[in-house]
């Protein structure tokens, strides 16, 4: 919750509150400390600050120099993009019984985008920040399914 103190501090309760879209007694009680948001709360304060899940939920921001045998530059968002295009497309043709593994390569292809929003939070212009939002949000069904079939793993008895 440090992002929305910060926010807070910059701006004001009132003023995160119309700008995300969270109630004011929910910004609050986060604040105190009183209560854990949500998963669509989450969603929205990710959506918000322009970052992940993940991140707010704790996860360390990993940057290209930390991931030595990964050749993601972020500078190139926009073939990430066409990439992610390109994977809903052949998702979309293969048969279902496919698209399980499409969906672990689809959600690590996330991952990388929303690594490019996380930038910004560390202060990094992004350019296209409009089209990765967009992006992001046609790989968020394919994303959900993903992890529901997840949940539905980990609630079956030998799991419990």
Do not use: W
Not at 8 to 16: D, F, H, L, N, Y
Not at 129 to 157: F, G, H, M, Q, T
């Amino acid at each position: 919750m440090e992002l929305l103190k910060k926010a807070v501090a910059e701006k004001s309760q009132s003023a995160v509150s119309k700008e995300s879209g969270l109630g004011l007694a929910t910004i609050n009680s986060y604040l105190k400390g009183v209560g854990e948001p949500t998963t669509a709360t989450l969603e929205t304060l990710a959506y918000y600050f322009g970052t992940s899940v993940a991140y707010l939920r704790g996860a360390k921001i990993i940057t290209n120099k930390n991931r030595p045998n990964d050749d993601l530059d972020f500078d190139e968002a926009p073939s990430l993009v066409n990439m992610a295009d390109d994977m809903i497309k052949v998702y979309n043709m293969v048969p279902d019984d496919l698209k399980p593994t499409l969906e672990i390569v689809i959600c690590g292809l996330e991952d990388d985008i929303r690594d490019v929003l996380i930038q910004k939070v560390a202060g990094v212009q992004i350019e296209n920040e409009e089209i990765i939002n967009e992006c992001l949000i046609r790989l968020k069904p394919i994303v959900d399914k993903y992890e529901a079939r997840c949940e539905a793993a980990l609630k079956k008895p030998e799991y419990s």
